[in-house]
């Protein structure tokens, strides 16, 4: 399999570690990532199986596009870090990866904050690295949108 293309961004929120993961990782998806450019939003979430906290823990993202993902949570060391993989995708995307590790990371700051950071590690399929590269920047700032969203939830 090709070498994957991750993808990181960060933001800053005011309020500590705890309080970013219990208002980020299960935020609605819907206010989070609202698409950017080609890409599309989220539409909505279906077919939740477990606690959105839990390792094995799935469900369906549903894109505007129409196309969709099934998502799965991998690992949760709370409130440090959430890892989980998404994919396969339908429509496009699918034929150029394989599939998403996701990651987000709650560092303490000094001042009771919280460095964020995502990261989305695209896995391409055979013959995807030169596209998936590609997409890579615009992928950056959809993320950079979305991540800022989610630490203003956070914080009211």
Known sequence: MP??????????????????????????LTAMMQGYGPLPAVSGVRDQVGPWDTPGSTRVVELADGNETPERIVAVAQPEAFHYRVGPFTGPLGRLVAHVDGSFLFDATADGGTVVSWTYAFRPRRGGSLPVRGLAPLWRR??????QRAVAIAEA
């Open 3 to 28: 070498k994957p293309v991750p993808v990181t961004v960060t933001a800053t929120a005011k309020v500590p570690p705890q309080r970013c993961f219990d208002a980020i990782i299960p935020i609605d």
């Open 142 to 147: 959809y993320a950079t949108q979305s991540l």
